[in-house]
T-cell receptor
Framework: AQSVTQLGSHVSVSEGALVLLRCNYS??????LFWYVQYPNQGLQLLLK??????LVKGINGFEAEFKKSETSFHLTKPSAHMSDAAEYFC??????????FGTGTSLTVIP | GAGVSQTPSNKVTEKGKYVELRCDPI?????LYWYRQSLGQGPEFLIY????????DSGLPNDRFFAVRPEGSVSTLKIQRTERGDSAVYLC???????????????FGPGTRLTVL
């Protein structure tokens, strides 16, 4: 079965500092991988996705992620955190049946 | 255009009652998904519709949960004899239909927060 593991349920960074949110996947076939963001009381919003094209994927709001097959990782980064980045972030992998498996989420706090 | 909408946004009910949660997908999207997000967890897959039929209902936790999509558009998730453990945010997503193995992006609604007292 496919799954994703997000290391660190809570991450705090200072405003302007690097954001690094970790995600490792388990998949027997090349996966499609995603990062979603969820602001309080809102739905999930797609940040970026990897679908076997370029391994470095750029998304919205300055986020990017690199697919590393050798490490089975798809970590999310942003060079400089903004206060508005405070939210819950979910990594997800999709099955051949177009069904998402989500990680447990990482709550990002940005300290002014 | 309009996104995925879900009603109600909040539902409070008593243990043992029956509830219905509604999802209006994006117009033209033939695929529809239901997920459940418990507190502190990521969304968990419940059921997937392609058109009017349930293509995969392997995520439904038990027979108290049922979903329909009679006309291939709006879907209703039905929960009988609700239990406190059913309290969660229920998310709906829709996408274009199958496309030869490539991925179609799922667009999520804001969810319905169900509280069972």
């Amino acid at each position: 079965a496919q799954s994703v593991t997000q290391l660190g349920s809570h991450v705090s960074v200072s405003e302007g500092a690097l954001v690094l949110l970790r995600c490792n996947y388990s998949s027997s076939v090349p996966p499609y991988l995603f990062w979603y963001v969820q602001y309080p009381n809102q739905g999930l919003q797609l940040l970026l996705k990897y679908t076997s094209a370029a391994t470095l994927v750029k998304g919205i709001n300055g986020f990017e992620a690199e697919f590393k097959k050798s490490e089975t990782s798809f970590h999310l980064t942003k060079p400089s955190a903004h206060m508005s980045d405070a939210a819950e972030y979910f990594c997800a992998v999709i099955t051949t049946g177009n069904q998402f498996y989500f990680g447990t989420g990482t709550s990002l706090t940005v300290i002014p | 255009g309009a996104g995925v909408s879900q009603t109600p946004s909040n539902k409070v009910t008593e243990k043992g009652k029956y509830v219905e949660l509604r999802c209006d997908p994006i117009s033209g999207h033939t695929a529809l998904y239901w997920y459940r997000q418990s507190l502190g967890q990521g969304p968990e897959f419940l059921i997937y519709f392609q058109g009017t039929g349930a293509a995969d209902d392997s995520g439904l936790p038990n027979d108290r949960f049922f979903a329909v999509r009679p006309e291939g558009s709006v879907s209703t998730l039905k929960i009988q004899r609700t239990e406190r453990g059913d309290s969660a945010v229920y998310l709906c997503a829709s996408s274009l239909g199958p496309s030869g193995g490539s991925y179609n992006e799922q667009f999520f609604g804001p969810g319905t927060r169900l509280t069972v007292l």
